[in-house]
């Protein structure tokens, strides 16, 4: 008898450790944020608009395992842009294009898929100034939009 209740005992024990270090772990998540800040923990480099070698303007977006672009606003002056999306997340793909007809001119380049894990990048020239709207198509009903502007 004492054996057997020890082995029923063992399984529920066990899974409770696993809970608790879960909570432990999202806690310590939260912990790391800004106060009153959903946003997540970013890749050194994200959001910041830089210019390369080549006189190509850089910036880089990241996407996680939410409907959220981090950062979901940017500024560029008008020329060639190259943009990189790097999607942190775990489970979630996105994808990134502008959305149709939105803004001052059609910018037709775009990124179909962007898996977990994974990062793509596009290169594309923003000539006329003005707020360029984009979307991940999958989840623009969860609002999962941004806007480009590009100074005149
Ligand atoms: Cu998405």
């Known amino acids: 008898m004492p054996p ?63 409907y959220v672009f981090v950062p979901d606003r940017f500024t560029v002056d008008a020329g060639p842009v190259r943009l990189t999306v790097v999607n942190v997340a775990e489970q979630m793909t996105h994808n990134f294009q502008f959305t149709d007809g939105a803004g001052p001119a059609d910018i037709p380049e775009s990124i179909a898929l962007i898996a977990p894990g994974e990062e793509k990048t596009i290169e594309f020239t923003a000539a006329q100034p003005g707020e360029y709207p984009f979307e991940c198509s999958f989840h623009t009903q969860l609002g999962q939009v941004g806007t480009m502007t590009v100074r005149g």
């Open 4 to 66: 057997t209740t020890r082995t029923l005992a063992a399984g529920p024990c066990k899974k409770a450790v696993v809970v608790a270090a879960a909570l432990v772990l999202l806690a310590g998540c939260g912990g790391e944020d800004a106060p009153g800040s959903a946003a997540p923990t970013t890749a050194p480099g994200v959001g910041e608009v830089t210019t390369a070698a080549d006189g190509v303007q850089e910036i880089t977006l990241q996407t996680q395992d939410d």
